[in-house]
């Protein structure tokens, strides 16, 4: 049986430096090199997931398909590496701790004391080793290469007992199997114009007197290091020249991988984890042409993103992921404005007029309209307004999650005349209930006990842009994570009114897609379509949403494609999508979508 290698990315200096991405850009430049590979993230944190956590202090809660809420790098490896990641592929301190203790009152550890060292550090470590052998790729067997990401910095108090695990892994897995890269920052003074190097040998240093020492150092800086300053960080910090690694600052994160490839990152990793040779040289053909069109697109397409937490754009990441990889796909440079729901509301305009005039000037000149999810009642009223003014000015509307009831209790009100109609989770006394609490859900406990992961949702309309753009399928599976519902008994007179609900899980009784037909585009969904769109497949929804709001909506949805920029093997007339990528020889194709994939495979942009 073949040996797991393990790769593990840590950080110091400060948080922020994208360790994830850089994770996310390693696993990737593997796989491009032939191997499979899983990941795994470790956030030292008590709780026991993400679930709880306020969007304002962590981001966004990234959803998978078994219900994990998880941190958003787990979206980040999902997206580069294109896997199906599971809960326990994201390690907290509340997890290990609970794991721990629950093994306590069964009585296993036979009346020892229990302690951080050996207990927890033991749970960590088997922890890692049972989850690397996880399949995540759709193909049996375990991936060859984990690349773990230890969240933090080095130095944080609620690191110390996975530090202190990882460092008795290295040795139980020996030399050979194991890859300790450290992200660490260079700054520029403005000063004098010089690269520090203090920051990371002092972050080195720590690192190794807990027990680890880094194979390669990536440093992040706004530009590429001296080489002056290779050899100083060499000299102080152990580590071999050939293995400091520059990320420097560039357009698009796409970028990333193909930083690591040109300074031959892959090479040295090869060489810790004393692997022969590299299986394939990583061409990542279309990283470089995905990158080099987003960087030279200059048509915009304005998106006005109506939510609560605005502040902080982390919160609301995957649904910028999920517009960017659609915008590219159409051939547009994608701007966001980000409209405060609460702005919109009639107390600014009272409490602060310029606020609110400068969140309608924002709304009133976007191409389209995204609502998405969100919990609580502040800035509902300003959400219900962004739907009232896309569904009656015929702009592009999409409504995800919270984003889709709100645009039902819009309809309530304006349309069948139910003044008071809203949810119950903003008006439990109301007497028109749009939306209620789903039975199955929980009113004393919040962790974990929403509706989650992915979840079939059955198309009710053979004939409706939702079905189009999914590809004329009959089922889609999507990931869910709500509370509320739209009520079952209002939806016949939503109907009758011209509301259609071309979407419904299996028992037809909970309500996914909801559509105007005689709109141009106006589609709310209870799902979250965000978190599996993917660069190079874009999420359907999410493409049409960009189509209709730059006029190529029609050519979206004569497409066929779902969610996809790759053509299929029959339109490019060629043995294998992979080749023709890899090739460049696919046949013009005729339509927008594919025109854009055709871009792709030949190295230009029309």
């Known amino acids: 049986m073949k040996k797991m290698k393990y790769v593990l990315v840590t950080g110091g200096v400060v948080s922020g430096l994208g360790k994830g991405v850089t994770a996310s850009s390693i696993g990737l430049l593997l796989k491009e090199c032939g191997l499979r590979v899983t990941s795994i993230k470790i956030d030292p944190y008590l709780n026991k997931d993400a679930g709880t956590m306020s969007p304002f202090e962590h981001g966004e809660v990234f959803v998978l398909d078994d219900g994990g809420e998880v941190d ?35 009585g296993d550890y036979l009346g020892k004391t229990v302690q951080v060292v050996p207990h927890i550090t033991d749970a960590i470590q088997e922890w890692i080793e049972r989850v690397a052998m996880i399949p995540v790729d759709g193909k049996e067997g375990p991936a060859d290469v984990c690349v773990i990401e230890l969240g933090g910095t080095i130095g944080d108090i609620e690191s110390m007992p996975f530090i202190e695990a990882l460092g008795q892994f290295s040795c139980r897995v020996g030399v050979g199997n194991f890859c300790l890269i450290h992200v ?20 080195v240093r720590g690192l190794r007197g807990l027990g680890l020492t880094p194979n390669i150092l990536a440093c992040r800086s706004t530009m590429a290091l001296d080489d002056n300053v290779k050899e100083k960080l060499s000299q102080f910090c152990h580590v071999s020249a050939e293995h400091i690694i520059t990320l420097y600052d560039v357009p698009n994160i796409w970028h990333i991988p193909l930083l690591l490839r040109d300074q031959k990152a892959h090479e040295a990793i090869f060489k810790v984890l004393n692997l022969p040779s590299i299986t394939e040289e990583p061409s990542l053909m279309e990283w470089t042409t995905r990158a080099a069109i987003c960087d030279k697109l200059h048509e915009p397409v304005r998106i006005a993103i109506v939510g609560k937490y605005t502040g902080l754009s982390d919160t609301y990441l995957s649904i910028l992921k999920a517009l960017l990889h659609a915008s590219v796909a159409c051939g547009k440079k994608l701007i966001v404005d980000w409209v405060p729901a609460s702005d919109l509301e009639d107390m600014t305009e009272i409490e602060n007029l310029d606020a609110y005039k400068a969140a309608w000037k924002l709304l009133k000149s976007a191409d389209g309209v995204l609502v998405p999810g969100g919990f609580g009642d502040r800035g509902v009223q300003g959400k219900i307004l962004a739907a009232k003014h896309a569904r009656e000015n015929r702009i592009p509307f999409l409504g995800i999650c919270l984003g889709m009831q709100v645009a039902v209790i819009e309809f309530a009100r304006s349309v069948l005349g139910l003044k008071d109609a809203n949810s119950t989770e903003f008006d439990p006394s109301t007497r028109n209930p749009c939306v209620i609490f789903m039975p199955e859900g929980s009113k004393t406990h919040k962790g974990g006990t929403m509706r989650l992961g992915s979840r079939r949702t059955h198309f009710q309309v053979s004939d409706c842009k939702s079905v189009k753009l999914y590809g004329n399928r009959r089922f889609i599976d999507e990931r869910h994570r709500h509370r509320y519902e739209v009520n079952p008994d209002m939806v016949a007179r939503l109907e009758n009114a011209g509301l259609s609900f071309t979407g419904k899980d299996q028992t037809g009784q909970r309500m996914e897609i909801i559509e105007l037909p005689d709109h141009p585009y106006y589609i709310g969904v209870q799902f979250h379509p ?18 209709a709001a730059c006029g190529q909506l029609n050519a979206v949805l004569q497409s066929g494609l779902e969610s996809q920029e790759k053509v299929n093997c029959e339109t490019v007339n060629c043995p294998s999508n992979k080749k023709a990528y890899q090739n460049g020889y696919a046949t013009k194709p005729t339509n927008i979508i594919t025109d854009a994939v055709y871009s792709y495979c030949n190295g230009v942009h029309s």
Do not use: M, W
Request: proline share 5%; aromatic share 8%; glycine share 8%.
């Open 184 to 203: 660490s920052l260079v700054p520029v003074l403005n000063v004098v114009g010089e690269q520090k190097t203090k920051p990371t040998q002092h972050s």
């Open 72 to 106: 958003l790098d787990l979206g980040n490896y999902e997206r580069f590496l294109d896997v199906q990641l599971t809960s326990d592929n994201n390690i907290t301190t509340g997890k290990i701790y609970q794991f721990v203790l629950d093994k306590e009152r069964k």
């Open 530 to 547: 965000e978190f599996k769109s993917r660069p190079g497949k874009p999420s359907a929804l999410f493409l049409g949403l960009i189509g």
